[in-house]
T-cell receptor, first 112, second 119 residues
Framework: GDSVTQMEGPVTLSEEAFLTINCTYTATGYPSLFWYVQYPGEGLQLLLKATKADDKGSNKGFEATYRKETTSFHLEKGSVQVSDSAVYFCARAGTGFQKLVFGTGTRLLVSP | GAVVSQHPSRVICKSGTSVKIECRSLDFQATTMFWYRQFPKQSLMLMATSNEGSKATYEQGVEKDKFLINHASLTLSTLTVTSAHPEDSSFYIC???????????????FGSGTQLSVL
């Protein structure tokens, strides 16, 4: 069935370091892809999305490119900040357009 | 922006008791809400889809008699874990759908989750 695999955390970085969180998905068709972020004590928030192959989603300095050839949607940021510390979830649209299939989430810890 | 309030954020209960989790959309109406759970080191898994005024639709493998869902109004859905057991200990999270669908996903809003621990 549909699934999303993302790297296990926690990912620990120093401020201003480069971030990559890997995400791959199983492909039946070309689903929309998403990254969500959950800050402590808050709900998941949409960070960025891509709806078709080669699309690049971007927001708050984060980017992810929809790669159909590798079925990947890796999240990147050139220079992380302490305030980026959170849990990041990769997701794809599932069967039925309203449903999402999530990965396990990756905790990012950024130290000053 | 739109907010979904979920509570309690954390609950500890004895085996055999029932626990109710509430999910409210505070400034918008949600005809559809989703309930997910996440076991340690596993993915967020959809449990059920809750539609206002009708019976919830459960995913395969989710016991509808154990996880009672009530969506009696456009702003409130509740999940009751009946006769909870330690294996039900998990992180439960709700989401509410505004206009549009998750394929565009600007209109999907999440609660902050409930950590259930059954002793």
């Amino acid at each position: 069935g549909d699934s999303v695999t993302q790297m296990e955390g926690p990912v620990t970085l120093s401020e201003e370091a480069f971030l990559t969180i890997n995400c791959t998905y199983t492909a039946t068709g070309y689903p929309s892809l998403f990254w969500y972020v959950q800050y402590p004590g808050e709900g998941l928030q949409l960070l960025l999305k891509a709806t078709k192959a080669d699309d690049k989603g971007s927001n708050k300095g984060f980017e992810a490119t929809y790669r159909k050839e590798t079925t990947s949607f890796h999240l990147e940021k050139g220079s992380v900040q302490v305030s980026d510390s959170a849990v990041y979830f990769c997701a794809r649209a599932g069967t039925g357009f309203q449903k999402l299939v999530f990965g396990t989430g990756t905790r990012l810890l950024v130290s000053p | 922006g739109a907010v979904v309030s979920q509570h309690p954020s954390r609950v500890i209960c004895k085996s055999g008791t029932s626990v109710k989790i509430e999910c409210r959309s505070l400034d918008f109406q949600a005809t559809t809400m989703f309930w997910y759970r996440q076991f340690p080191k596993q993915s967020l898994m959809l449990m059920a889809t809750s539609n206002e005024g009708s019976k919830a639709t459960y995913e395969q493998g989710v016991e509808k008699d154990k996880f009672l869902i009530n969506h009696a109004s456009l702003t409130l859905s509740t999940l009751t874990v009946t006769s909870a057991h330690p294996e039900d200990s998990s992180f439960y999270i709700c989401s509410a759908l505004g206009q549009g669908g998750a394929a565009r996903n600007e209109k999907l809003f999440f609660g902050s989750g409930t950590q259930l621990s059954v002793l």
